[in-house]
């Protein structure tokens, strides 16, 4: 069965085709500018040249409905027809309490991905833009819903209460859901093959490091505690999100610059962070690039970044009560080669101890700890797509 799988964003639309019989990928591709003129379709088939085409499309159903024509077209497509697609996988961010798996998308499920507007207001409602748009344009095969949060629900209220009055979790659903499951749950697979070991025997702690970053602690086959909450905004210092910060700050800050609850909310969301700090970019290499050239604020901001993670390392080691291995994944954690040092610099004590030479390697499934270090030490590039065509894959056949 081939599947198509789709991730689709406000203004964009990921796809990939893969052909589940060898789990080989057919094509990938993203329309960027969806809906804003100037939108652009890059088409990458396998073992053929990438294709760029422009041309302005309305909405997400013209996007999806592009997708398909470069598909099956006879020169760059990967398909003959689209009958040969079996199924669709969509990426949907939040699934609330209410899926801790993936799921076949029936009206039933279209209605708690909108239910979850209130809580994922820039993600649910693209994400289901995408599954309608192809349900009008495939509506004989089976599509699936793979849940950014859902590997995290195994997470008991232990972790996931917030110390708040106890009935906005009960009207409100304000908890803790944790986000990037689908990555956490590839890498920390891929780390109990690495290990050698039973899935359900490790402790692991998985690091999801890119713009958006989070960190996951793992036991038994089960998220134990995870650093994003109610909104991605929780945890680790992102490009532009703050991150953990004394809550009485949002409310400091809104009446010191004037701030209605929507701007407030895009002040910590997407002024914050890396860009805030160092004044400099939410891009981690111009801020490393700008430090290197002797920018203070810029080094202040990488201090700041480092500390908070090793904070997450020492907490979750803690909360696991030992650690077999902690991951490192995303683009940074598959490509900064510094970060991962400084990040790993005196962790000794908690039995981590990198081999710095091994560490001089990007994007590549690697340990490089040293043999003497009692948690090993795993680069693993991540690939939610695979996850995504596998669950679709299993609930479509
Ligand atoms: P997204 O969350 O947008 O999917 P990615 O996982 O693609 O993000 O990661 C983007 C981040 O990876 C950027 O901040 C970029 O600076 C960082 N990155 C990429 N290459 C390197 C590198 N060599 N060193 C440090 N950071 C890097």
Do not use: W
């Amino acid at each position: 069965m081939k599947v198509l799988v789709v991730n689709a964003g406000s203004s964009s639309i990921k796809y990939q085709v893969m052909d589940m019989t060898d789990e080989s990928v057919l094509a990938k591709g993203l329309v960027d500018r969806v809906g804003i003129p100037g939108t652009t379709l890059k088409h990458e088939p396998t073992g053929k040249d990438d294709v760029l085409i422009k041309q302005d499309l309305p909405d997400h159903t013209a996007g999806m409905k592009l997708v398909l024509e470069v598909l099956i077209n006879p020169e760059y497509g990967c398909l003959k027809s689209m009958d040969e697609i079996g199924a669709v996988g969509h990426r949907v961010v939040h699934g609330g309490e209410d899926f801790a798996e993936s799921v076949v998308i029936d009206d039933k499920v279209k209605k708690v991905i909108r239910d979850c507007f209130d809580v994922a207001p820039l993600h649910n409602p693209p994400n289901l833009m995408g599954i309608e748009a192809c349900e009008e344009l495939m509506p004989n095969v089976k599509h699936v819903a793979v849940f950014d949060t859902a590997f995290h629900q195994t997470m008991t209220p232990a972790n996931f209460m917030y110390a708040l009055p106890y009935d906005v979790y009960e009207k409100y659903k304000v908890r803790r859901y944790g986000f990037h499951g689908t990555s956490h749950f590839y890498v920390a697979h891929r780390a109990a093959e690495m290990l050698g070991k039973a899935y359900e025997d490790c402790k692991i702690v998985t690091l999801h490091l890119g713009n958006g970053a989070s960190m996951a602690a793992i036991s038994n086959g089960k998220v134990v505690d995870t650093s994003m909450g109610f909104t991605p905004l929780e945890g680790l210092v992102m490009g532009t999100r703050s991150g953990d910060i004394d809550p009485a700050i949002v409310f400091f800050l809104m009446d010191k610059l004037n701030l209605d609850a929507n701007e407030a909310n895009n002040y910590f969301n997407k002024k914050s962070g890396l860009l805030g700090l160092s004044g400099v970019s939410n891009d981690l290499r111009d801020v490393i690039e700008a430090a290197e050239a002797g920018n203070e604020r810029a080094q202040m901001a990488l201090d700041v970044y480092h500390n908070k993670i090793k904070g997450y390392i020492g907490n979750y080691i803690a909360k696991l009560n030992g650690c077999d291995c902690i991951v490192f994944t995303a683009g940074v954690g598959e490509n900064g080669i510094g970060t991962r040092e400084e990040i790993c610099k005196d962790l000794e004590a908690l039995g981590i101890k990198m081999d710095t030479a091994k560490n001089k390697v990007r994007g590549k499934e690697v340990d490089v700890s040293t043999p003497d270090s009692k948690v090993k030490i795993f680069l693993i590039p991540t690939n939610e797509e695979l996850v995504i065509a596998r669950d679709t894959y299993t609930l479509a056949k």
